[in-house]
């Protein structure tokens, strides 16, 4: 059997959503709303199933959506992309990332991935027989280390693994940021794979900078959305790539051989969506603020300490603060366990040695009285742990 596949665990978010259910706890891991996406999304799915466009769309996508992604890109942007030559639509975000690396990778070529890392961008370069360079961001703060990253691009550079806004950080990267790595690419000849998923969850103000935007870029840079993300609908797994025409004939040969298409009568709901108002992706933003803002608050009076969220999904806790003397494995199984509430351990998000193992990640796309809970179930567990500290098993 294939050797890389083999040595590759079963996903993080898998082994937890099973332990929540197990455990009847509250899934704070996986990242997935526990409401549904907008009514008129789902109705125009609703209607596209019942109009007789059941059978292959075209390869890169319906015309609709790629219309309605090309028109995104200008509105929220202000990226001129042509729809036929431009975009193509894949099953997710998931696939853009494997297609978007096909489409440029040879054995032998290198690629550079932060960590913490999303989980499937290592497996993937390495099965395409590339090899990786690890950059490590480092908590607190995650600010770009810029010397090893320098140091990271090299002659065998072909391409960086960018995710803003970043899973599990919460980091939105700055404009100087970016045109620090823009340099790096330019200088080193090199693609950007740019997992925007998180592009319209961003709050306080930050805003989502795509690293295409930025000069001599747009040639460069594959751009990823996912409907998934941007329409609370996580379950559709309908993703969209913008790329330069010179590009994307390798991205759509990739996802010719992946999926080939993804189901048309979503698409055609998604292209309903991209179009929504402005007030839509404002209310989007502005609902998981709040959201954040429980979680956040919520898990402080208990005693964590957390690190900014300036987008994303997730909010990070330091288990150490409330007294927790176990990594962040035991302890996101053991609130599993006995709380009832789950969360991620962020060492999932780490490929190399020695990763900070002290963080516990939590998913705020749940319902206020959810949050509620489990804020609840968490300060009971603290309590009885703080009245019985020799019965824990921590
Ligand atoms: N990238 C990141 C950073 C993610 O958090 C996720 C999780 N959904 C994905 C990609 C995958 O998106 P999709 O569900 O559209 O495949
Ligand atoms: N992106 C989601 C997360 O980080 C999980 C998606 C998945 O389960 N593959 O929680």
Known sequence: MNQL????????????????????????????????????????????LKDGRNQYPPMTGVPEL???????????????VDPDRE???????????????????????????IEPLYDTYLPVVRLLGATPRLVRLAPPKWELPRAELAAAFGPRTKAILLNTPMNPTGKVFTAAELAFLAELIQRHDAYAVCDEVYEHLTYDGWRHIPLMSLPGMRG????????????????????YVTCDAALQPNVAKAHQ???????????????????????????????????????????????????????????TADIRSIGYAGDDVAFCRQITEEAKVTAIP???????????????????CKNESVLREALSRLGAWIEARRAAPRAASA
């Open 5 to 48: 596949l083999s040595a590759t665990g079963t996903t993080i978010f898998t082994v937890m959503s099973a332990l929540a259910a197990q455990h009847g706890a509250i899934n704070l891991g996986q990242g997935f709303p526990d409401y549904d996406g907008p009514a008129d999304v789902i109705e125009a799915a609703a209607a596209a």
């Open 66 to 80: 790629r219309r309605a992604v090309a028109e995104a890109n200008r509105r929220f942007y202000g990226l001129e």
């Open 87 to 113: 975009v193509v639509v894949t099953s997710g975000a998931t696939e853009a990332i494997t297609a978007c690396l096909m489409a440029v990778l040879n054995p032998g070529d290198e690629c550079v991935l």
């Open 220 to 239: 460069r840079c594959m751009r990823i959305g996912s409907a998934g993300k941007t329409f609370s609908l996580t379950g559709w797994k309908v993703g």
């Open 257 to 315: 051989n992946l999926t080939f298409t993804t189901p048309p009568n979503l698409q055609r709901a998604v292209a309903v969506g991209l179009a929504k108002e402005d007030a839509y992706f404002e209310s989007l933003s502005a609902e998981l603020a709040a959201r954040r803002d429980l979680l956040t608050q919520g898990l402080k009076g208990l005693g964590f300490a957390t690190l900014p969220v300036q987008g994303s999904y997730f909010v």
């Open 346 to 364: 962020v060492t999932a998000f780490y490929a190399g040695e020695n990763p900070p193992n002290h963080y516990a990640r939590f998913a705020f």
